[in-house]
């Protein structure tokens, strides 16, 4: 499996931006999707996912952050809306095939992505 994401840049407070991940070598609509975050200095944290019908977001995020799937295209996108300077980091999608992935816990995921930087200027 290899997951390639893209669309990260530098916006303003407020601005919105959309990242996409593209998903190959497998069967997308089998894995969980998710979305993570690391900001400088800090942890990998959990942003959103999206499997088996159910999406779930960080209470960070939630309302502001939106995560789409396109199974035909076997890609999957995080549409961040409202940003705020916190939201800073780099940006990485992965896959899982456990359903239970879709809770946020990160050990669940085990095919990663390359990162893309977001850096929202206030």
């Known amino acids: 499996v290899q997951l390639q994401a893209s669309g990260g840049g530098l916006v303003t407070a407020g601005d919105s931006l959309k990242l996409s991940c593209r998903f190959s070598g497998s069967v997308f609509n089998r894995y969980v999707m998710g979305w993570f975050r690391q900001a400088p200095g800090k942890e990998r944290e959990f942003v959103g996912a999206s499997g088996g019908g159910r999406t779930n977001y960080a209470d960070s995020v939630k309302g502001r952050f939106t995560i789409a799937r396109d199974n035909a295209e076997s890609m999957v996108y995080l549409e961040m809306n409202s940003l705020k300077p916190e939201d800073t980091a780099v940006y990485s999608c992965?896959?899982?095939?456990?359903?239970?992935?879709?809770?946020?816990?990160?050990?669940?995921?085990?095919?990663w992505g390359q990162g893309t930087q977001v850096t929202v200027s206030s």
């Open positions: 992965a896959g899982s095939l456990d359903p239970r992935a879709v809770s946020g816990y990160i050990y669940r995921y085990n095919k």
